[in-house]
């Protein structure tokens, strides 16, 4: 441990790899939460692959990958947002077709741009190593505007989150609310593909939040929580990479599976603790 403590300030690819995890759960952490609490976790899934539909198209069109799919996972949003809210089409359904056909679209693409893509894999399993100091500042930039966000307009995304219909008796902007968060949702996607992976990134914007809300009921301190578990699995994740030479990704994944494990385990002796008691209390 220690030794990868000092790598990480001797080595700039190893040290982005670890200030991305940082950021990355941030993030995560913070827009998962509203993910879990509005019941999104599909959507956002199906967001993020249809984003790879962007990535097939810049690679073809010889264009940044990343500015492909950031444009597919903001036109995938908004649409999933605006077919639902109009109620043309159900919101699984619109999930399920852009997932679809982003994927097929991003596969077609691919397979018709001349030569190999080198980096493909990468995109859909993620390497953190490969983060540099562009991506961290997009990052920082991200993690600032969703702390922003948050702090003017707390109450409006708390009471969209959870309920969107008494939200607008309070006269509360829920739609320029629900359009702002599906639009962040899409850029935190695209900004963590490199750190996560589309197959693996849906993960680490549901189970810190899922971990957290174990714990809490409150909807701040699921967010703070969910930062706090997403950081230090991602960073966990990094240094079972650098040991045993896995995916940092498919690591961090793990830790919170196990997390998650042991905190449902932790929860349920001390309810089976606290229920002995109490029977002792009352012998």
Known sequence: MIEFIQEIFSYRFLGNAALAAVLSGIACGIIGTYIVSRRLVFMSGGITHASFGGIGIAYYLGANPLVGALIFAVCSAIGIELF??????????ATGILWSVGMSVGIIFVFLTPGYAPNLMSFLFGNILLVDRVNLLWLCALDAGLLLLLGLCYR????????????????????????????????????????????????????????AGTMTRDYKRITIWSCVIGSAATLVGLYVSYVSNVPSGAAAIAVLAVAYGLTKATLWMMRKCNGNRAIISRE
């Open 84 to 93: 639902s809210r109009k109620g043309r089409i159900s919101e699984d359904a």
């Open 156 to 211: 409006a995304i708390v009471y969209t989150a959870f309920d969107r219909e008494f939200a607008a008796t309070q006269r509360l902007p829920v739609a320029m609310i629900g359009y702002a968060m599906m639009i962040l949702i899409a850029i935190t996607i695209v900004l963590n593909i490199k750190t996560m992976g589309i197959v693996l990134l849906m993960s680490l914007l549901t189970m810190p939040a899922v971990i």
